[in-house]
Structures are given as C-alpha cells and as structure tokens.
C-alpha cells in the first residue's frame, strides 16, 4: 500500500503540473497537441525513471559536494537516449518538439525528484515515484494539449471538427496556453478546498 501511495501522489495528490506547478516552460510551449503532449510526456517518464535507478544507486557513493553536477550528467543521459531515440523513429514528433526535449536535462520536476527523493530513498520507491510523477505530468500535458488543439485548432488526434464552429486561434498561442492551465489550476484548487470544508465540517 505504501508503495501505491508513492505511485498515485505524482497523478494526483502532488502532481508537478497543477499541484506542485513545476516545469510550465514545456508544458506551455508544446501542449499545442495532444501528440505533442503524449511525447514530451513519455519523454520525461523515460529520463525521471532512468535518472531516479541511478541517483538512489549512487546515493551513498556520490560526494555531498558534487552531487548536483553528479545528477545532471546522469539525467543528461537519459535525455540524450531519449532525444536520440526520438529523431531515429519519430523525427516529425521530434522536429516539433524541437530544443524543449534536451532541455528535460533542466526540468525543475526531474533535478527535484533526483535531489528531493531519490538521493533518499532505495531504487524501488524511487521507481515507483518517478512512475507516477512522470504519468502525472504526462496525463496534465494531455488534458492542457486536448483543450487548447480542440480549441484552437478545431482537432483532435486527427479528428476534425472545426465545421462546427469557428476555432479560437489564441487557444494554440501563448495566452491561450495561460489561460488554459490557469484555469485548470483554479478548478483544481476549487474543489480540492470545496472537498476539505465538506471533510472539515463531518469531523
């Protein structure tokens, strides 16, 4: 159970997009689709799973003094496999991604589960965290890509509805990109607290 708890925390409970809101950078610029999304997404879970084994392996061998260098050479990495892997069998998914995929190296999400969590703590849970931070950015990266395509773009993984109305182009520029996510912060916000008073009030 214990290890359940560290899995479902990243989805919901902690999640680094709307909860914790850490790494916005990519998640503003590349949410424009929901392919978009569900590649920089698996992406990041590949170099937070990878860079966590790693970090807890070497935890206890690494010197406090250059343990920050030490993290981001190994997260560097797993991005470059990453990266890599990316332009071999999906160089169009690639080419729209673009810097934003070697620039996981910097990722607040993945240096902070390295320095906060996995220095700490033994490979498995280190897994199993990095599992469920790494779906929990990816699920945020496709319900923030889903509104704004849909919106925008009149799409949806190749689904075309724009017949139907008119679609707001801002909704795939910046503002759309703040606005989206600003308002899915709010609504979370909303009913988390809505939830607490309603437990507040039973106890």
Not at 188 to 203: E, H, P, S, V, W
């Amino acid at each position: 159970m214990k290890l359940l708890g560290e899995f479902l925390k990243g989805i919901w409970r902690e999640n680094p997009t709307f909860r914790m809101v850490l790494g916005l950078c990519p998640t503003l610029a590349v949410s424009t689709t929901i392919a978009n999304g569900i590649g920089m997404g698996l992406a990041a879970t590949f170099v937070l799973v990878g860079s966590s084994i790693f970090v807890s392996l070497v935890r206890n061998i690494v010197p406090e003094k250059v343990r920050i260098p030490c993290y981001i050479v190994i997260i560097a990495t797993f991005v470059t496999i990453a990266d890599l892997f990316m332009k071999a069998y999906s160089p169009a998914l690639s080419r729209s991604l673009g810097m934003f995929v070697p620039l996981i190296v910097v990722n607040c999400i993945v240096l902070g589960r390295a320095e906060a969590f996995s220095s700490k703590e033994p490979p498995m849970r280190s897994i199993i965290d990095a599992l469920g931070m790494g779906i929990g950015f990816t699920l945020a990266l496709i319900v923030i890509s889903a509104i704004r395509e849909s919106l925008g773009n009149g799409t949806a993984l190749g689904f075309s509805f724009s017949r139907v109305f008119e679609p707001p182009l801002f909704m795939i520029l910046a503002p759309g990109a703040l606005l989206t996510i600003g308002l899915l912060i709010g609504l979370i916000n909303y009913f988390t607290a809505k939830k607490g008073l309603r437990r507040g009030k039973k106890d």
